[in-house]
């Protein structure tokens, strides 16, 4: 398949969301809300429940399944509530020794007016500083689309895993190409140069796993098993590799 | 072709002009005004208060005490790493255009005779974007200030991360924002300096970090492009979106700071955290 293909594919509408993966691998799902600042943003989920026998926070970014719920989740979009709402939950995750799963699935923060006067960028730079010495491990899975610093927010983890269909880019091709080209048209091959798929990501170091689609099934207990090998680092040692593993990105 | 020669003569016009007395016509009122009367003015139009861009070297200057800038890093320089077309190019004409080797210059300073670790984003490279050596330069310099238990003014300037290196852009905001975290646990102060622009990837990192964050009148300040938010939402935007005056509003910055009171101020704040 070729990059570009595997980004408009990620973006289709019957693909599985957030909620499907939340269902196949969490048990006892207790969902929370709200940032205890503004509101409730219901593109981005957040709660407990196990995997396997580990008590963990789940969070992700849910799109919807069809035109209504689309809608509900603002495509899958979080305003700056949403951010902080993850962060929220993370910091309870932090207090009560939970680990914490992070699924994410986004074509980005949400571009509004609204939601830039309440801090788009200032809550996901929030969320890379606090995570950065969050005392708690982190695993943040990309299932779908893995959309610019909105996507980040939920990956600044101990492990970044992918599924081999998702892409994680700086920039859309589309956009990308229009601001090189002033056109769309060139979409497939900006696709190819950004490096956006999970085989060229890991290639390049910024991934620590893919999944297969014939190893999905497993998807829980690998999951599991990871979380607590992480469990097993002091904290000192958590934070000192999670520190190394964003410090050595285009070191020089 | 031309007209690229054209932009760039234009914007090196008040910083390489060697006839002072020479006029130009501000870009915003039109009044043509000499070289020398616009620097002096630090690089504002002395009839409409138009803030003209100003490269991170003259910045440094316009606040560091003389003679006190130790610069670090100066060698590196980007690399196309993921032979992304037409990068090479940009960074040859980035680097023309702006006379640095790259995005940011770093050193350590004196400001009102407090020693301080500064960053500086150049407007002319690249519109300041962050690639992998801006984050890996911001990065060391944070870890030395960590180190040294010294302060760090930033200024910044940028359109957000380039998009040219990819992901490798992308996640230097994870790899900064980490370092200034080490950097504040450890009680050090950091001040943000925000100019025209800061937006994108630098405005969802360390641009919205600091302790206490300034911005020159009438900055852009904001994540995503205003174009783009056109686009989605199909209609204009609000007057002053996204312009520091707002933005102040809406609770993200302290206080805005013209130009000629940046250096006293600062040197005020860093004496108070000494």
């Known amino acids: 398949m070729k990059d570009y293909e595997i980004v408009l594919n990620a973006r289709k509408e019957n693909v599985l969301t957030m909620s499907d993966y939340l269902k196949n691998i969490v048990t006892d799902f207790i969902e929370f809300h709200g940032d205890r600042y503004f509101s409730d943003d219901s593109a981005v989920i957040g709660g407990i429940g196990y995997i396997g026998n580990t008590c963990v926070t789940v969070i992700g970014i849910e799109k919807g399944k069809n035109t209504e719920e689309r809608v509900y989740r603002n495509f899958g979009s979080a305003h700056p509530e949403g951010y902080r709402k993850a962060l929220r939950l993370m910091k309870q995750a932090e207090k009560f020794k939970r680990p914490i799963l992070l699924i994410v699935d986004t074509a980005g923060a949400y571009p509004g007016v609204s939601a830039e006067e309440r801090g788009q960028g200032r809550a996901i730079a929030n969320n890379l500083y606090e995570m950065s010495t969050l005392k708690t491990p982190m695993l943040s899975l990309i299932i779908g689309e893995g959309g610019s610093g909105g996507a980040l927010a939920l990956a600044h983890a101990d492990k970044i895993w992918m599924l081999e269909n998702a892409y994680f880019s700086v920039v859309s091709p589309e956009s990308c190409a229009n601001i090189l080209w002033k056109s769309t048209e060139r979409a497939d091959v900006v696709a190819e140069a950004l490096m956006l798929t999970a085989e060229k990501l890991e290639k390049l170091n910024l991934i620590d796993k893919i999944i297969s689609n014939e190893k999905s099934g497993e998807l829980k207990n690998m999951i599991e098993n990871e979380l607590n090998s992480l469990m097993k680092n002091s904290i000192d040692d958590l934070l000192e590799l999670r520190y190394r593993k964003f410090r050595r990105v285009g070191e020089i | ?274």
Do not use: W
């Not at chain 2, 409409?48 to 606040?63: E, P």
């Not at chain 2, 925000?194 to 919205?208: D, I, K, Q, R, W």
């Open chain 2, 1 to 274: 072709m031309k007209f690229k020669k054209f932009f760039i003569k234009t914007c090196n016009e008040l910083e390489g002009e060697k006839n002072t007395t020479r006029k130009i016509a501000c870009k915003k009122c039109g009044k043509k005004i000499s070289v020398s009367k616009i620097r002096k003015n630090y690089f504002v139009c002395p009839n409409c208060g138009n803030y003209y861009l100003v490269r991170a070297r003259r910045r440094i200057l316009m606040l560091a005490d003389k003679r006190s800038f130790i610069e670090h890093d100066r060698e590196l320089t980007s690399k196309n790493i993921l032979s992304f077309p037409e990068y090479d190019e940009k960074l040859e004409k980035a680097k023309i255009k702006s006379r640095e080797n790259e995005g940011v210059i770093c050193g350590t300073c004196l400001i009102g005779g407090v020693k301080v670790c500064i960053f500086s984003m150049d407007p002319y490279f690249m519109m300041g974007s962050m690639g992998s050596v801006v984050g890996e330069k911001i990065t060391r310099l944070f870890e030395y200030a960590t180190k040294n238990s010294l302060p760090v003014l930033g200024i910044t300037v940028s359109g957000g991360a380039r998009m040219q290196e990819g992901m490798l852009s992308l996640m230097q905001m994870s790899k900064v924002s980490a370092a200034v975290k080490r950097h504040s646990d450890k009680n050090n102060l950091y001040i943000n300096l925000l100019t025209n622009p800061t937006t994108g990837g630098v405005n969802a990192s360390f641009a919205m970090l600091g302790d206490i964050t300034l911005s020159e009148p009438h900055a852009r300040v904001g994540f995503a492009g205003p174009r783009v938010i056109e686009k989605t939402l199909n209609k204009s935007l609000p007057k002053g979106f996204q312009r520091a005056e707002s933005v102040l509003k809406c609770g993200f910055i302290d206080m805005i700071v013209e130009r000629k009171n940046q250096k006293e101020l600062i040197s005020k704040l860093l004496i108070m955290h000494s």
